[in-house]
């Protein structure tokens, strides 16, 4: 099983990202797919999830409005947009792949900084 995340950086604050994560080694499209966060210092917090047709998404009161969560399933990729973005956001961003408590699997991270 793998979740590879790319798209993260610097960006100054009012600015978009998108990032993407690419799973393989399972069947993607029967597992609900998540965003998670960790800032510095801090434990770590749902971003946002989608579940395994796309049919519905959550997200953070605190990135309401702001991010958007979507998943293609023939690519085997979800994907996070991040726009309008705030010192705050600063964090490693995981790909979270989960179907069960034992069919839960992670992504290595990707730093999103926010500074100008």
């Known amino acids: 099983v793998q979740l590879v995340e790319s798209g993260g950086g610097l960006v100054q604050p009012g600015g978009s990202l998108r990032l993407s994560c690419a799973a393989s080694?399972?069947?993607?499209?029967?597992?609900?797919m998540n965003w998670y966060r960790q800032a510095p210092g801090k434990g770590r917090e749902l971003v946002a999830g989608i579940i395994s047709d796309g049919g519905n998404t959550n997200y953070a009161d605190s990135v309401k409005g702001r991010f958007t969560i979507s998943r293609d399933n023939a690519k085997n990729t979800v994907y996070l947009q991040m726009n309008s973005l705030k010192p705050e956001d600063t964090a490693v961003y995981y790909c979270?792949?989960?179907?069960?408590?034992?069919?839960?699997?992670w992504g290595q991270g990707t730093q999103v900084t926010v500074s100008s």
């Open positions: 080694g399972f069947t993607f499209s029967t597992y609900a």
């Open positions: 979270n792949a989960r179907r069960s408590v034992l069919r839960n699997y």
